[in-house]
């Protein structure tokens, strides 16, 4: 499956956006679905991960109440909305996919699509 990540910007402080992961060459329905982020010289950082299918989802800590990832798995596509942004949001963000959710959730998924900038910024 060939991930493409979208959606990211430049928005001001407490501003949203939301990223789009478009799934092709596979369907969708058969991955569990996660959103990573990264500064430069940093680690990659899990942000959101959606189940196959029950709907069950992870988020970190430092998102929650303010992100929600959902799917629509007749648009073969992962968003992840974004609200109440801050400056410390601002980073490339990576969607990724794995038939496992817990291997999503602990950053080894098989397959990744390139990143989307986002940057919080007055």
């Known amino acids: 499956v060939q991930l493409q990540a979208s959606g990211g910007g430049l928005v001001q402080p407490g501003g949203s956006l939301r990223l789009s992961c478009a799934a092709s060459g596979s369907t969708l329905n058969y991955f569990a679905v996660g959103w990573f982020r990264q500064l430069p010289g940093k680690e990659r950082e899990g942000v959101s991960c959606?189940?196959?299918?029950?709907?069950?989802?992870y988020y970190a800590d430092s998102v929650k109440g303010r992100f929600t990832i959902s799917r629509d798995n007749a648009k073969n596509t992962v968003y992840l909305q974004m609200n109440s942004l801050k400056p410390e949001d601002t980073a490339v963000y990576y969607c990724a996919a794995h038939n496992n959710f817990f291997m999503v959730v602990a950053g080894k998924a098989n397959y990744w699509g390139q990143g989307t900038q986002v940057t919080v910024s007055s």
């Open positions: 959606i189940s196959r299918s029950d709907g069950s989802t």
